[in-house]
């Protein structure tokens, strides 16, 4: 153990332990926000890809790739996200990106994961208003607009071996 300044001792290694249940900062959320991104994206590609299967199937003299509007991807995607976060959260509270980074979203006991309802709410607020995160940053907790509104937070806590 290193002297702090003030002769308090801490630890000179950081260890899992040692933040287990601390707030979140941005810069990991924001990181584990950017890979469920890209796992948002590529179950929508599989989507896509399942649609030009079925077309292909049903009629396969004729067949044409999908064509979808944006609004349609942009809708299509936002609910394929929702139910990602949602799913994820209310089964273990971490997303793959959570899980990859170490963090856990936990309910108002800051024990256990959100209920069901409170991780799709949560799931809604996010997809809807996703700049909600930035509050992380000026909160005291590190906590998100989405947070403060359904009390959850979003915590280092990283798999036991």
Do not use: K
């Not at 000179?12 to 249940?21: K, Y």
């Not at 396969?60 to 609910?79: D, E, K």
Request: proline content about 6%.
């Amino acid at each position: 153990m290193a002297t702090h300044e003030v002769g308090r001792a801490v630890p000179s290694v950081v260890t899992p332990e040692a933040v287990r249940g601390t707030p979140a900062g941005i810069a990991s959320r924001a990181a584990a926000n950017l890979i469920d991104f890209v796992v948002t994206g590529s179950l929508l590609v599989g989507v896509y890809a399942g649609a030009a299967v079925f077309r292909f199937l049903r009629n396969p003299r004729s067949f044409t790739f999908p064509a979808p509007s944006l609004a349609l991807v942009i809708l299509v995607g936002s609910v394929i996200a929702g139910l990602y976060f949602a799913a994820c959260w209310a089964l273990s509270g971490r997303t793959y990106g959570d899980f990859l980074l170490g963090l856990r979203v936990v309910g108002r006991g800051g024990r256990h994961h959100p209920r069901p309802t409170v991780a799709l709410l949560r799931a809604v607020a996010c997809v809807v208003f996703p700049v909600g995160l930035v509050w992380s940053v000026v909160d005291r907790s590190g906590r998100s607009a989405q947070d403060l509104l359904l009390r959850t937070s979003v915590v280092y806590d990283w798999p036991h071996d």
